[in-house]
């Protein structure tokens, strides 16, 4: 592939959570050895990443941010040239692009977010699914909830999943924690849906020890919620090197969440050696396979029943750790940069574009 294929950098202006780990993933990972032309457009102010500046992406630095460089610069700036977003949004007087939609979450738990983010996504989602080239999403689980959401035929999407294995070349640190002892790990933000605080005051309950990764929320983006002050570790948001010694010295990974476009935690526990214990909602039970432990996330009580079973049973936690490994190399950013690279092959000039293709 020798054509110029242009990305929305906006990804590299926010916080790092599943969405914006999946933009950088997926465009290291298309770049590396596929001899594609890069051209990522950076928001004025965001920070380059080094492994950005290698042979076959180009920077091209933007004027503007925010909305007004997505809605605006980025049509201009790419007209006549295929756009990649990975990370939701993306022009919506644009064409010829692929555009990622990571899950219907916005449709189906409204009112997790703020109403004028609700109603803003609704209209681009809407116009999108119907103008973008190609529309790409990160489970089969998502495919199904996006059609019907947004009225469009399931063969719109794309199934390109996350992966986990670039968590494998770091090298672990211990966090600062005000704690020594055994510990659950959960890694989440404060959004309803992702149901964090019930669970965690079972497990405190219950005298287990909780720490929470992940909790700092956007308030332009989240409505506000309870807080879990003296109920576990708040470790707030930590580097991948702090939170994989979590991964690799935690007890399990509690995963609680009610709705999940992929569920990106309980695939970095797996790859990591953390035994996962996991809610049964959604797309989890597709990304985690048989390697996990579920409950019911609106059922506290098969959650401590989970996690009795998993201390009283000393094969357990091995057996976990065991299917958890074989569970996660189903999944790979070189495989879903494959599924990405083939797509945009089919959509250079000349050649017929089959914009159905799932993938498998």
């Given at each position: 592939m020798n054509h110029e294929t242009h990305v929305n950098g906006k990804w590299l202006a926010q916080n790092l959570t599943g969405t914006q780990r999946y933009a950088g993933e997926m465009v290291r990972a298309l770049a590396q050895g596929r001899h594609l032309q890069m051209v990522v457009h950076v928001p004025a102010g965001a920070a380059v990443p080094?492994?950005?500046?290698?042979?076959?992406?180009?920077?091209?630095?933007?004027?503007?941010?925010?909305?007004?460089?997505?809605?605006?610069y980025l049509p201009i700036a790419t007209m006549g040239k295929l756009l990649l977003n990975f990370a939701g949004p993306a022009p919506i007087l644009k064409r010829r692009q692929l555009v990622t939609m990571h899950d219907a979450t916005t449709f189906r738990y409204r009112r997790t977010f703020r109403p004028a983010f609700v109603a803003f996504y609704t209209v681009m989602y809407w116009i999108l699914a119907r103008t973008a080239r190609q529309l790409i999403t990160v489970s089969h689980f998502s495919a199904g909830e996006l059609a019907d959401v947004l009225?469009?035929?399931?063969?719109?999407?794309?199934?390109?999943?996350?992966?986990?294995?670039?968590?494998?070349?770091?090298?672990?640190?211990?966090p600062d924690l005000e704690h020594d002892g055994d510990r659950y790990l959960v890694v989440g933000t404060l959004a309803r849906h992702k149901n964090l605080i019930g669970p965690v005051v079972a497990l405190a309950e219950s005298g287990r020890t909780t720490v929470v990764v992940g909790v700092a929320g956007d308030s332009q983006v989240f409505a506000k919620t309870q807080s879990m002050d003296g109920v576990a570790v708040i470790a707030g948001r930590l580097s991948d090197d702090e939170l994989a010694w979590l991964y690799r010295n935690s007890r399990a990974l509690v995963f609680p969440s009610k709705y999940e476009g992929f569920g990106l935690p309980p695939l970095e526990a797996q790859v990591l050696g953390c035994p996962v214990i996991s809610?049964?909602?959604?797309?989890?039970?597709?990304?985690?396979?048989?390697?996990?432990?579920?409950?019911?996330?609106?059922?506290?009580?098969?959650?401590?029943?989970?996690?009795?079973?998993?201390?009283?049973?000393?094969?357990?936690?091995?057996?976990?750790?065991?299917?958890?490994?074989?569970?996660?190399r189903r999944f790979s950013w070189e495989n879903s940069a494959n599924v990405v690279a083939d797509c945009i092959r089919q959509s250079q000039p000349g050649r017929r574009s089959r914009l159905l293709k799932r993938a498998a």
């Open positions: 080094d492994w950005m500046r290698t042979d076959g992406i180009e920077v091209r630095r933007a004027p503007l941010s925010g909305q007004l460089f997505e809605q605006i009225g469009v035929s399931v063969d719109r999407f794309l199934v390109a999943p996350c992966a986990a294995d670039s968590l494998l070349s770091g090298d672990p640190i211990r809610s049964n909602a959604a797309s989890l039970p597709e990304v985690c396979g048989d390697g996990a432990l579920y409950f019911d996330p609106d059922d506290n009580r098969s959650l401590i029943e989970a996690l009795d079973r998993l201390e009283n049973d000393d094969e357990l936690a091995d057996e976990l750790r065991r299917r958890g490994a074989a569970n996660a």
